[in-house]
């Protein structure tokens, strides 16, 4: 069974390179797309991920912020911050499992096959 990914992003174009890049991996699939945290966090409840991927500054609700309260709720589902900001943010990796820069997105996939094996 595909693990199913949750990817949150206020930017469009993100988005729809991370589902793209998910729809070329074997063994995930994308099962939301969120805006902003407070989306994130309803469509995590509503389709329990086997992984999130969260930008760090949406709005509405930023990943950082997001984060603690889909620990709270999905404490078993790993949360990699997927953000511009990944060296101001090394604090971070208490709340989240992994932060990764988005300069540095072609590690992402090998994050994700750490934390959510397929």
């Known amino acids: 069974m595909a693990k199913r990914i949750l ?3 206020d930017n469009s174009l ?3 390179t991370l589902c793209k890049l998910f729809e070329s991996e074997k063994g995930y ?3 939301g797309e969120a ?3 407070r989306e994130a966090i ?3 409840m509503q389709r329990r991920p086997d992984l999130i991927i969260l930008d760090w500054a949406m709005p ?3 990943g950082l912020d997001a984060a603690p309260e889909l620990k709270r709720l999905l404490p ?3 949360i990699i911050l997927f953000t511009h900001h990944a060296n101001a943010l090394l604090r971070v990796e208490l709340i989240v499992d992994r932060v990764v820069a988005k300069t540095d997105a072609s590690t992402l ?6 934390l959510a094996p397929s």
């Open 109 to 114: 996939m090998g994050h994700v096959k750490a």
């Open 35 to 37: 805006k902003n945290g």
């Open 14 to 16: 993100i988005r729809q």
């Open 42 to 44: 309803d469509l995590a």
């Open 60 to 62: 509405v609700l930023n």
């Open 7 to 9: 990817v949150a992003d």
């Open 29 to 31: 699939e994308i099962c």
């Open 76 to 78: 078993d589902v790993p």
